[in-house]
C-alpha cells in the first residue's frame, strides 16, 4: 500500500510539473508573438509606437480564422499588458455568419488610454456583437493613433495582416476572456 500511495504522489507531481512546464512554453510563445507584432507594427505604423508607450495599456492578439459557405469561426490568443508590464494571458474566439469562403490569419493589437479600459477588457472580457465594425477615426489623438481604429471611447485597434496594416477591421461575434491556465502563478 505504502509503495502504491508514494507511485501515486510521484505520478501527481509529475503531471503538475509537465502542466507547469507546457504553460511555461505557451507563455514564452505568446510573448514572441507580442515582440514580432509590435515590431511589424512599428515598421509599418510609426507613430504607432509613442501610442503604445503613452497608453495605460495594450494586447496582442494572434488569429485564425476561416468560413466556409455560411458559417464561419476563429480562435486565437494574446496578453494584455499594463503600464507597470504586468501581464495577463488571454484567449479569444470568434463567430460569424454570411456568404463566402477563407481562411484568414492576421493579428490585433489594442491600445487602452485608461487604466479602466484596460481592466474592463481584462476582467470582464469584452464581446463585439453583430455587424460592428471598426471605423477609421483621429478624433482627438491626431496623428498619435494614425492608422488605429477607434472600436469605442478609450480604445483604439490595429490590425495587421500578411500585407501590412488592414484598411479596416470587423471584430463582429469576437469574445476575449483570462486563460485560467496560463495566469497561474
Do not use: H
Amino acid at each position: 500500500m505504502r509503495t502504491f500511495l508514494l507511485t501515486l504522489l510521484v505520478c501527481m507531481t509529475s503531471a503538475v510539473a509537465v502542466a507547469d512546464d507546457k504553460a511555461a512554453k505557451e507563455r514564452a510563445e505568446i510573448q514572441k508573438i507580442e515582440k514580432e507584432t509590435l515590431a511589424k507594427l512599428y515598421s509599418v505604423q510609426p507613430s504607432a509606437k509613442g501610442a503604445i508607450e503613452g497608453a495605460a495599456g495594450y494586447a496582442v492578439f494572434s488569429n485564425f480564422g476561416m468560413k466556409i459557405l455560411v458559417a464561419g469561426s476563429g480562435t486565437g490568443k494574446g496578453v494584455a499588458v499594463d503600464k507597470t508590464g504586468k501581464r495577463t494571458y488571454m484567449k479569444m474566439g470568434e463567430l460569424q455568419a454570411g456568404i463566402g469562403i477563407g481562411v484568414k490569419k492576421f493579428r490585433v493589437i489594442f491600445v487602452f488610454d485608461s487604466p479602466d479600459k484596460l481592466d474592463a477588457f481584462v476582467n470582464q472580457g469584452w464581446e463585439f456583437g453583430g455587424q460592428t465594425t471598426a471605423a477609421a477615426t483621429t478624433g482627438d489623438k491626431g496623428s498619435a493613433m494614425q492608422g488605429g481604429l477607434s472600436v469605442s471611447p478609450g480604445v483604439w485597434m490595429y490590425q495587421l495582416t500578411d500585407k501590412g496594416l488592414a484598411a479596416e477591421a470587423t471584430v463582429k461575434g469576437t469574445k476575449y476572456w483570462k486563460d485560467e491556465d496560463l495566469n497561474k502563478n
